[in-house]
């Protein structure tokens, strides 16, 4: 499971509105916050099999809609509990948050269960002096990706018979419910006035 300090977003409702916008969008939602926050009590969507993939934006932590796995959070959980996947999920927080009448505008929207650990600041990392792909350090990026995913896979992901170590699985929204956030982010952080 994901340490406190890190979060998935579920659903993002919108993005690039001034605070006005925003504080007018979050009255309408404010109403049904409750049976959105609190969806993942009776939805119990579990994720796994984490590894770590990059874009030209950043690096993420991607997990897997589990699929029967054994569960190791909760013991008492069943493989056709996993029937309602992160994508069930996804599409009835969309249904739930629309149904406040606030439009669901997304940056994103296709459904990935992801944690992003790291943004491309600069082109100087990955380009040369003339701002053209410098193949040697790409390659040095994609092999320390690719250790990283056989070190996740064999620390973290199931093996027949066993259950899956801890920082393996992620049951969404797990003992407390879904956080609802508004405010200005960048680079994952929320500003703390909001």
Same mark, same amino acid.
């Given at each position: 499971?994901?340490?406190?300090?890190?979060?998935?977003?579920?659903?993002?409702i919108t993005h690039s509105l001034t605070a006005p916008e925003i504080e007018e969008l979050v009255e309408q939602v404010r109403p049904g916050l409750p049976s959105i926050t609190d969806y993942t009590y009776a939805h119990r969507a579990r994720v796994v099999k984490p590894s770590l993939?990059?874009?030209?934006?950043?690096?993420?932590?991607?997990?897997?809609?589990?699929?029967?796995?054994?569960?190791?959070?909760?013991?008492?959980?069943?493989?056709?509990?996993?029937?309602?996947?992160?994508?069930?999920?996804?599409?009835?927080?969309?249904?739930?948050?629309?149904?406040?009448?606030?439009?669901?505008?997304?940056?994103?929207?296709?459904?990935?269960?992801?944690?992003?650990?790291?943004?491309?600041?600069?082109?100087?990392?990955?380009?040369?002096? $003339? &701002? /053209?792909?410098?193949?040697? +350090?790409?390659?040095? =990026?994609?092999?320390?990706?690719?250790?990283? #995913?056989?070190?996740?896979?064999?620390?973290?992901?199931?093996?027949?018979?066993?259950?899956?170590?801890?920082?393996?699985?992620?049951?969404?929204? $797990? &003992? /407390?419910?879904?956080?609802? +956030?508004?405010?200005? =982010?960048?680079?994952?952080?929320?500003?703390? #006035?909001?």
């Amino acid at each position: 499971m994901p340490q406190d300090n890190l979060h998935m977003t579920a659903l993002e409702i919108t993005h690039s509105l001034t605070a006005p916008e925003i504080e007018e969008l979050v009255e309408q939602v404010r109403p049904g916050l409750p049976s959105i926050t609190d969806y993942t009590y009776a939805h119990r969507a579990r994720v796994v099999k984490p590894s770590l993939s990059y874009d030209a934006q950043a690096f993420a932590l991607s997990f897997l809609p589990a699929a029967g796995e054994p569960c190791t959070a909760d013991p008492s959980r069943k493989p056709e509990d996993d029937e309602f996947t992160y994508h069930h999920l996804r599409r009835d927080l969309y249904a739930l948050t629309s149904a406040t009448g606030v439009k669901v505008a997304s940056r994103y929207v296709v459904p990935s269960a992801h944690l992003t650990v790291g943004r491309f600041i600069k082109t100087s990392d990955t380009e040369t002096a $003339e &701002g /053209k792909v410098d193949h040697a +350090r790409m390659q040095e =990026l994609v092999n320390t990706v690719d250790e990283i #995913n056989e070190w996740l896979k064999a620390e973290f992901w199931p093996v027949d018979g066993k259950g899956i170590k801890a920082g393996g699985e992620w049951i969404v929204g $797990e &003992g /407390k419910g879904l956080d609802s +956030r508004h405010g200005a =982010l960048w680079y994952g952080f929320l500003f703390p #006035n909001s």
